[in-house]
């Protein structure tokens, strides 16, 4: 391994998933350290490794990861001494300067506790301050991940807006709708299958090509239907008029000459 | 089979889904008529069947399947001879009253020809004038996938609402990530381990228990950085901030105790 040991700081989604594709590979060598020793404790008693208590006394060749909420990042590694490798796991914290061994490693997913993740499926994102230190990262997450690229900030920044676009928005659009059927006792069950088939639609198909439904049909009479139906929800019908604007907006006129049934 | 013939009108995509799945279980039973002849042509081609150049023969046992566009259903139907069972495959238009088997064969999912859906997961919404009909149709429908319900014309109607906002507008959110992916050279198939992963976690959690990012989290830094960098995009910008005041009222007080890393 490239490193002596890897230290893991943070207790919540992110760090509970690394943590666990790490021990798989890397054993004995992961360890934890957090500012409440409990959290170190649990991760340690959940995945195995040391818990540390403090990391003044670590070797120059152990890595810190640091996978905390973002507020908390920058005082958190300011802290450190300066001799210690350090990467952070966040989409929009800069690299930081100042350091000589100073990284990224982000990996683009959602995680959530007690849902397992295939993390060989996972993109990471590396960054480093220098090609030493960038070649050891990638070799460490290559030993995670199929999907490992060198990604400076800026280009990791637009990553992670463009995530929380596509996923978090998404998500939320689920949450409407299953707010929207369980006022009519209808479950959010039934759509399972499309939201799946959506997702795996955008594997195979552009999103403009796999766009279906009545805005990109232009087929006005189902979407007066819809307004009409979400008169007494003003908010989600400014969403629905929203969303069909943009999409008959982003697909401009071609497809009002060749609607077909979908 | 519990009809003598079952013939396909439409040549879009539930017409070709639909064709493809019938052919397997009802092979020579499967006939095609639209008014392009043309149509007929290439949909028989493709799935095998006969082609019918009109549907006033057609004796009371066979059922017409019309996978049309929305507003081009009603004409259609109140020109067929009232003695023929008829169904259409839409979301959003009623049962057809006036007529003695009237039914609805609606596959809530989204079809793209060229991409291949497994039918027996497709969940279908049968409604139909008669009993007798209905038990026809649920059988039929049955022979296609293993999730077959009866669901009535509102419930059909809020079913489709609900499966435009969630997967229509889902798809465009993923477009709208592309276009700004695109803008700085970046592409979306970085994303799309986390699409997938999405759609996977709804079919486990809650959208409400599956929320991540910045605006459930409360994370105003990133929240403002992402605000800033879509600065020379207003349109896109108005929705980011849109979605982080709906997640935020959505979710309440009650993650702001208790932020995680994800």
């Known amino acids: 391994m490239m490193f002596s040991q890897v230290v893991m700081v943070g207790a919540g989604n992110v760090a509970s998933h690394l943590s666990s594709s790490l021990s798989k590979v890397i054993g004995e060598q992961l360890a934890f350290y957090n500012i409440k020793l409990e959290n170190s404790l649990s991760m340690s008693k959940f995945h195995g490794g040391k818990v540390l208590d403090n990391l003044e006394a670590l070797d120059r060749d152990s890595l810190i990861i640091v996978a ?3 507020d908390a990042i920058p005082e958190f590694i300011e802290r450190l001494p300066t001799h210690l490798s350090v990467v952070h796991t966040s989409g929009s914290v800069p ?5 000589k061994n100073s990284g990224v490693f982000y990996p683009l997913q959602t995680f959530t506790k007690g849902i397992p993740v295939n993390m060989s499926e996972v993109p ?3 960054e480093a301050s220098t090609p030493d230190f960038e070649a050891k990262l ?5 030993m995670l991940s199929d999907k490992v690229k060198t ?3 800026a280009d990791r920044a637009h990553l992670h807006l463009a995530a929380v676009v596509a996923c978090n928005f998404s998500n939320h659009l689920f949450l409407l709708a299953e707010n929207y059927l369980k006022e009519h006792h209808l479950s959010l ?3 399972l299958p499309l939201i799946k088939e959506t997702a795996q639609k955008a594997q195979r198909l552009s999103p403009k090509a796999a766009q279906t439904g009545p805005a990109v049909r232009r087929d006005q009479n189902t979407i007066n239907k819809h307004l009409d139906a979400l008169e007494s929800k003003p908010e989600l019908r400014e969403l629905y008029a929203d969303f069909t604007k943009r999409i008959q907006h982003e697909h401009g006129q071609e497809l009002q000459r060749n609607p077909t049934k979908d």
């Open 95 to 99: 690299l930081f300067p100042r350091r």
């Open 189 to 191: 069950d039934m759509l």
């Open 68 to 70: 905390i909420p973002d």
């Open 124 to 126: 990471f994102c590396i």
């Open 151 to 153: 990604v400076n900030s």
């Open 138 to 142: 990638l070799a460490l997450a290559k």
